[in-house]
């Protein structure tokens, strides 16, 4: 029962404690994600002014193009002479309505920068109509667009438009100076942005580091241009990145920032977290050693109590039974007609039977409670145990008009301990002389039948008409120092354990006591087991949880 309690109360504490301490952990990772998405959420819309300033110079820039794609003239010279004023064409090129190049073509009058072009540019001239399914196409109809492609390790790029009679004219532009033009409209310096607005939330260490970096990075990852006041690590991701439209598709736009040192709040938190919950285990543990300091002083004072009233009843029961003794032998020697002495002696030798039996259930309690109760079988025969337990409630009976009846069907000599019997029978005998006299009758029945094993199982039947017992009362009625509230028990003294004691010993015996059902007053049925030949008995299963038998 210790053990039990202990692990229970231990659990009580420790479990809320884990609990709390688990949710503590989790709210910190938590609030440590969430801040981390709220930063990235902020780049993210930082990140979408740069776009667009990429974009409006991409629209600008391909409005541009499409005139340069309509030239005045689509001769030769014309087409020479163009690039040499406008420096972001390197050559232009035409492609004639059967989907073949009909400008520049290698022959005689090819110049060094037309030959150059042609070798770049040698994989889109092997198939007829190169641009009619072309995937970098600027709109959907197909008529104009970028194609991007790699030669000696860099990116080129040209720009063409279908004119109306079929013919593609284009051009070859000067990567440099468009990512120059590009990089022009990219911001030298940090403006206020969204990160820094979200920051003037922070505390004042925090905003120190409100810094943010924007950086522009080819298809390589290698850095083409960055602007900002914020040095990243060198391992460090990008709170937000985005690619660029064509035909830098490959190219990004990466956005780093500073942030609070999520990491660190996270373990300051969880040190706060444990350090609280460690603060309320050592309370939890000083809470549980005084709990079991106080428990084990009540149970020290409760077996010294019980310890004082075990010997207190064994020092009266000698001195009782003498009293009874002589009480018996004076009576026998009074003259039966005066009838005053006979009713006082009468009187003391019933009254000491009773604190007799009181005593007894005090002891037999006590030794149940030591689990020192022993059994001692003897031979004998159950009908005449229950006469002798029932001779010394005659009087009474009589002096009540309670009609006794009677149907003894166990003559047979048998082994039983005639101490826990005698003692059973007076508790329920007791019962009917102090809360069933009304009824006016009791009936006493046994019988014996014989069960497995070569055992006899001994049955005992005490039935009443007094007021009887509720099914709610029933339930309470077998606990320690129970007493029914009712008017039947007002004014009738009693311990409340003997009941307790009865059931017991009849579990030890290998039988139990249980309250049977009746249209009016209470039945109670008592079983044991007996046998020809002395042996000990195994408890009855249905009575688990009680003592062995007294030792008388």
Known sequence: ????????????????????????????????????????????????????????????????????????SLDANTLRDIPTREPS????????????????VLDETTGTEEAAFLERTAHLWKHRHPFRNTQETADEGGNRGFVTWYHN???????????????????????????SALIAELPE???????????????????????RLVKLVDEQDRDVYLFGDYTPDSKASPLASAHLPSPLSAWQLQYFASMPNTQGMWQRRTIYIFLTIGTLILAALILFAYFML??????????????????????????????????????DHLDEDDSTEQRYIANIVNESGRLTRLIQNVLSFARSERKKLTLRLEEGIVDEQIRASMEPFQASFD???????????????????????????????????????????????????????????????????????SNKDSRNLFLPFTRLQN????????????????????AVHGGGLTLCRTTAGACFQLTILAKRKEQ?????????NTQPPPNP
């Open 1 to 72: 029962m210790k053990k039990k309690l202990t692990i229970l109360l231990f659990s009580i504490l420790l479990l809320p404690l884990i609990a709390i301490g688990i949710l503590g952990y989790n709210i910190s990772t938590d609030d440590a994600k969430l801040l981390s998405e709220a930063y990235r959420d902020v780049a993210e819309r930082d990140l979408e002014q740069t776009e667009s300033v990429v974009r409006e110079f991409m629209k600008s820039t391909v409005s541009r193009y499409r005139t340069l794609c309509h030239p005045e």
């Open 294 to 331: 106080e428990y084990n002083r009540e149970s020290r004072l409760a077996r010294q109590q019980t310890s004082f009233v075990n010997q207190v009843s064994h020092e009266l029961k000698t001195p009782l039974t003498n009293i009874r003794m002589y009480a018996e032998l004076l009576q």
């Open 153 to 179: 390790r860099g990116l080129h790029f040209i720009y063409w438009a279908r004119h109306k009679d079929d013919r593609v004219v284009g051009f070859e532009v000067e990567t440099a100076a468009f990512i």
């Open 487 to 506: 008017g039947i028990t007002e004014g009738v003294s009693g311990t409340g354990i003997g009941l307790t004691i009865s059931k017991e010993l009849a």
């Open 189 to 211: 310096n940090t403006p206020i942005n969204n990160l820094q607005r979200y920051h003037k939330k922070q505390t004042v260490n925090e905003q120190k580091n409100s810094h």
């Open 399 to 469: 002096r009540m008009h309670i009609q006794v009846e009677t149907d003894l069907q166990t003559p047979q000599t048998i082994f039983f301990d005639h101490d826990i019997l005698g003692q059973i029978l007076t508790n329920l005998f007791s019962n009917v002389e102090k809360y069933a006299h009304q009824g006016k009758w009791m009936r006493v029945q046994s019988t014996m039948t014989e069960v497995p094993g070569g055992r006899h199982q001994v049955t005992i039947r005490v039935s009443d008409k007094g007021p009887g017992i």
């Open 536 to 544: 000990r008995f195994a408890r009855n299963p249905s009575a688990e």
């Open 89 to 104: 064409i390197v050559q232009y090129f035409v492609v004639n309505e059967e989907g073949q190049l009909q400008y520049p």
